[in-house]
């Protein structure tokens, strides 16, 4: 299943193109019906094709296909289709996040700020051990992770918790897969330190304003760090 999902992924079996058909998977693969039947199952799950009985397994248009699918992630992934992708989850990201700091402005409760305070915290002290530790640059971004997870608990919706955390987890592999961003341990601190300060104090403009321009600042060093490992000079 997933080399077939690579080669969508890749643009070798393509939208409106032939049938995949279990006869023809179970020969290319030595498997039997059954087999060839799972993994054409597994694709359609996942929104890459639709079956019609006894005329096989086409390919849908990418609009249909589960990006936040662990396999389907991947396989955009190694289809170096990665910064296109992580470019729509940033833009998905920004989208949800900067709604969702308003609404943690307004609503963040005692507990609340608590959870923030200690993630900010923890990416401090992360940070500082980067100098003789790389491993600790996992544990700044789990930090982030949570720091950015507390916000959404202060919104006091469930619902928007539930549609972040994929996201979230789709934008972590996309990092590890494209590499460091180029953002910088100091400056995305001061940003979280400013977000804080806005919920803190109850300002909803204020706290959107800072989220804004985190992303922003975030999406910017990507894109940069993007750019110089393709060769061109970031303009």
């Known amino acids: 299943m997933r080399t077939l999902l690579a080669d969508i992924a890749a643009g070798d079996l393509v939208p409106g193109g032939a049938a995949l058909r279990e006869t023809d998977i179970a020969v290319r693969f030595g498997v039997s019906r059954g087999v060839a ?3 054409v199952r597994g694709l359609e799950e996942r929104g890459l094709v639709s079956v019609k009985p006894g005329l096989g397994a086409t390919v849908t248009p990418r609009d249909r296909w589960a990006v936040f699918d662990p396999d389907v992630l991947n396989a955009l992934l190694g289809a170096r289709r990665g910064a296109e992708l992580a470019g729509e989850y940033a833009e998905c990201r920004r989208v949800l996040e900067v709604a969702a700091v308003g ?6 409760g005692e507990h609340d700020l608590a959870a923030l305070s200690a993630g900010l915290e923890r990416m401090d002290a992360c940070a500082r051990r980067v ?6 640059e996992d544990g700044f971004h789990d930090a982030d992770v949570a720091f950015h997870e507390a916000l959404v608990a202060a919104t006091h919706n469930a619902a928007l918790g539930a549609m972040i955390a994929p996201l979230w987890r789709a ?3 996309a990092r590890r897969a494209l590499g460091a961003s180029g953002e910088t341990f100091e400056r995305s601190i001061a940003e979280h330190r400013r977000i804080l300060g ?3 104090s109850g300002d909803v403009e204020g706290a959107r304003a800072a989220m804004h321009d985190h992303l922003a600042s975030a999406a910017g060093g990507q894109a940069h760090a993007n750019g110089v490992r393709a060769g061109d000079d970031g303009v």
């Open 37 to 39: 039947r799972e993994s």
């Open 198 to 200: 806005a919920v803190e």
């Open 171 to 173: 934008l972590r592999a």
């Open 103 to 108: 609404l943690a402005a307004q609503r963040a």
């Open 131 to 136: 100098a003789v530790n790389l491993v600790a």
